[in-house]
């Protein structure tokens, strides 16, 4: 077979995109679905997003928050009631105005996100301080028309969480803010190995309605910045738009402030661009279907010998927790497994021949490197969890030298736009967005964010020359 047959038949330094597009088909993760923009998530791809989903899901609960679910369709005249939000969210709408065989009185608009009718719902809810903070959380779809779509990327429907609470104070909201932003930062780190970055959007950045947006940025390995995650306090504009109000302890009528937060399927994007090679996908080891791929190795009377081995072997292995598969197709080669198996980014392949089997032993392989070695049977249980754990610090380490080596700190143009060529730019910003938009009109590039961990700095704006607005140096990149 050749390599586009086997593998990847463009590699990730000739194209990308079209590297992108090659892997998150022929790993079997998603598909195009019939109507424009939308996709069809095959089982490998879902449990992914399964395992991520709970790795979120008992943070999320773990904090005191409570899982509930809104309606997909929303009266038209519910967005309309908040004008930033009706004005940034309505070139991506979907509007239903027919229904049941006729038109409908009033349109309604297929879910983009739910601030609105959450509020609605909030404000029959919350009477008084004792009913606050009200925590709630949603697993749903959003439907958000997009222009050029790219699976798991900018997709018209996608799978997403997305939490809305209320509180009494600023003070409380923001606390909220902060710790949704930091469990998003916790699960790029400690569950997709994904190093980010954690700050605040600009003014012409920020989520339509929101007072502050904050957000976590990753690098993937063509020097693009992809959102990962975002946590908005909403101030009380959406209190007042949807009269959120509680009598407080002292007994006058306050509006609520509210917050709202989320994590899509554009993560497993994320993964997919992060770790991704030349062989197809790397997956982190808690996101893997399968921690580990038993491929037995025989014919005939060998393959009758080895396969129950195999299976033996697998029992043990998920008796201590791992997720294992027997690849015991007999219809294609050890060669077709293994280049399968690597395209599908499984961190750990154990090869098990008939000679294996006698002396007791199998051969690991690892998902990045390829060396081979040798692992005694009554001895792989106890050794693979440390293997894995290794190869999760391995990604973690080699995105960030990655990110780190790709970005730079500028002050003038020509340095900037070098940078945001290949990478990220750390440069001084006015905070204009007519300046802002004069950046992406001459880089593409866009303010990510600005850093919560950068150092107080001042200077010029790295365009215009005008004081830097921020006290620090602002994180630049183009972006998905």
């Known amino acids: 077979m050749t390599r586009s047959e086997l593998g990847v ?20 993760l998603v598909e195009h679905g019939p109507a424009k923009g939308t996709m069809v998530v095959r089982p490998y791809g879902y449990r992914i997003w399964e395992l991520l989903q709970a790795e979120l899901d008992r943070r999320i609960m773990d904090t005191g928050h409570e899982n509930a679910y809104f309606p997909l369709f929303i009266p038209q005249s519910y967005l309309q009631r908040e004008a930033e939000h009706v004005e940034g ?26 601030e609105t009718v959450i509020g609605h719902m909030m404000a029959r809810w919350i009477s008084s301080h004792r009913d606050l903070p009200m925590l709630l959380n949603q697993w749903a779809n959003a439907v958000r028309w997009e ?21 009494a104070s600023k003070s409380d909201a923001m606390r909220e803010t902060m710790l949704a932003l930091d469990t998003y930062a916790e699960v790029a780190r400690d569950v997709a190995a994904m190093p980010v970055v954690a700050g605040e959007k600009t003014p012409g950045e920020r989520f339509a309605g929101a007072a502050r947006t904050f957000t976590i940025e990753g690098m993937m390995r063509d020097g693009r910045a992809l959102q990962s995650g975002t946590s908005h306090y909403m101030g009380t504009n959406f209190a007042r738009a949807f009269d959120i109000q509680y009598t407080s302890e002292a007994g006058r009528l306050e509006y609520c ?19 991704g090679d030349d062989k197809g996908l790397v997956l982190p080891p808690t996101l893997a ?48 497994k293994f280049n399968d198996w690597e395209m599908r980014g499984v961190p750990v392949r154990l090869e098990l021949g008939p000679r294996d089997l006698a002396a007791r032993a199998a051969v690991l392989v690892h998902r990045l490197g390829g060396e081979k070695e040798q692992v005694p049977l009554d001895r792989a249980a106890e050794i693979l969890p440390g293997v894995l754990e290794d190869f999760h610090a391995l990604l973690l380490s080699r995105a960030t030298e990655f990110r780190d080596s790709r970005t730079a700190t500028v002050d003038g143009w020509d340095d900037f736009a070098a940078a945001v060529a290949t990478g990220w730019a750390r440069a001084f910003h006015c905070g204009s ?19 919560l961990d950068g150092p107080p700095e001042s200077g010029p704006c790295v365009r215009c020359g005008r004081p830097n607005e921020y006290g620090k140096r602002i994180l630049f990149g183009r972006a998905y």
């Open 9 to 28: 038949g463009v590699g990730q330094d000739q194209d990308f995109a079209a590297w992108y597009n090659e892997v998150v088909a022929k790993a079997g």
């Open 89 to 114: 969210f309505s070139p991506e709408l979907a509007v239903v105005t027919h229904a049941g065989g006729k038109e409908l009185e009033e349109p309604l608009v297929v879910r983009p996100t739910s």
């Open 147 to 167: 222009l050029r779509p790219r699976m798991f990327l900018r997709t018209t429907e996608f799978l997403w969480q997305e939490g809305h609470t209320a509180h």
């Open 257 to 275: 402030h509210t917050t709202s937060w989320g994590m899509t399927t554009r993560m497993i994007g994320a993964v997919v661009m992060t770790h």
């Open 289 to 336: 279907p399968y921690h580990v791929v038993i491929v037995p190795i025989g014919r005939g009377e060998g393959a009758e010998q080895v396969v129950p081995g195999a299976r033996e072997l697998a029992d043990r292995l998920r008796g201590a927790g791992l997720r294992v598969h027997v690849d015991d197709r007999p219809q294609v080669s050890p060669g077709f």
């Open 433 to 451: 967005s007519a300046c802002e938009d004069e950046i992406k009109a001459h880089t593409a590039a866009t303010p990510r964010c600005v850093p």
